[in-house]
């Protein structure tokens, strides 16, 4: 009995030590689910709407991201079964907040792949994420209604 029990107790550790070694091999490969706007070159932060309570939106980098060439990618995802879609807008020196082509997206964990093209050539804007209903649009940033954010370096 003691050597069936130490042969299933080895097998145990083996499928252990491969979970863990997986595990550490899929962290260093794949790029944080929080990292998207720039704060200058070569620097990605966190990018995520919280309202009432609960992060709604979030948004991962794309190729390209924060590597000074005036073209901001990523991924927008709907965090939220709320019946609300989310967007992703910017706003450029002489031009208003305008919705990012392919930066809109319905539907709890689905994601939608967005770009942004400096329009000015400084690779400046601001940015703010939206949630929306067929009754209300509300948009923000972090966990301020109404607040956006700089992206710069992109």
Request: with cysteine; charged share 10%; proline share 3%.
């Amino acid at each position: 009995m003691n050597h069936r029990l130490r042969r299933l107790a080895a097998r145990f550790l083996a499928l252990s030590l491969l979970a863990a070694t997986l595990f550490a091999v899929n962290s260093l490969v794949s790029p944080s689910p929080a990292e998207a706007r720039c704060i200058g070159q070569g620097n990605p932060v966190t990018s995520w709407f919280a309202w009432n309570g609960a992060q709604r939106v979030s948004e991962t980098p794309g190729a390209g991201t924060c590597n000074g060439n005036n073209i901001y990618t990523g991924v927008l995802k709907d965090t939220r079964a709320d019946g609300y879609c989310v967007s992703v807008w910017f706003k450029e020196t002489g031009i208003d907040w305008t919705q990012a082509p392919g930066g809109y997206v319905c539907g709890y964990g689905n994601t939608s792949t967005f770009q942004w093209e400096d329009l000015n050539g400084n690779s400046t804007v601001y940015q703010q994420f939206c949630i929306e209903s067929s009754s209300a649009i509300i948009c923000g940033w972090g966990n301020n209604t109404g607040g956006y954010a700089t992206n710069s370096g992109y």
